[in-house]
């Protein structure tokens, strides 16, 4: 397998995987969202974590994780994308912490593993 196909399997798999965390935590903490001053389509669903925030850090830094040269601006988009949420109004800032840290370290937890099962004489290698 290329290893440009092997990034994106990755990528694609921690923001799978935070999607997944995203849902189970939204369904287990029913935290409502902040109403006062929501910028455009009124957002529905709990707010803790914040999912955008989660698959954001889960995803860049995945890939930040493969080419760390880019790290820099990827952790900067992810950090945009997560404040937009502050600005729209639709999540507390707590929400958005959370789901930052969260997302990193699903990243990092996913790409520890692929790393240990890759090594010589380990299972499944």
């Known amino acids: 397998m290329s290893r440009r196909v092997r990034v994106v399997?990755?990528?694609?798999?921690?923001?799978?995987?935070?999607?997944?965390?995203v849902i189970a935590l939204h369904a287990s903490i029913p935290r409502h969202r902040p109403f006062e001053h929501q910028l455009g389509r009124h957002e529905h669903g709990h707010s803790f974590?914040?999912?955008?925030?989660?698959?954001?850090?889960?995803?860049?830094?995945?890939?930040?994780?493969?080419?760390p040269r880019y790290r820099v601006p990827l952790l900067?988009?992810?950090a945009l994308i997560a404040l937009s949420r502050l600005y729209n109004g639709v999540h507390y800032p707590t929400d958005v912490v959370a789901?930052?840290?969260a997302g990193a370290a699903i990243a990092l937890l996913l790409r520890a593993a692929g790393r240990r099962r890759s090594r010589p004489g380990s299972q499944g290698g």
Not at 9 to 21: N, Q
């Open 9 to 21: 399997l990755h990528v694609v798999l921690a923001v799978g995987v935070a999607e997944l965390a």
């Open 76 to 78: 900067a988009l992810a």
């Open 49 to 67: 974590p914040s999912g955008h925030a989660m698959t954001a850090f889960a995803g860049a830094t995945m890939l930040a994780s493969f080419v």
């Open 99 to 101: 789901g930052a840290a």
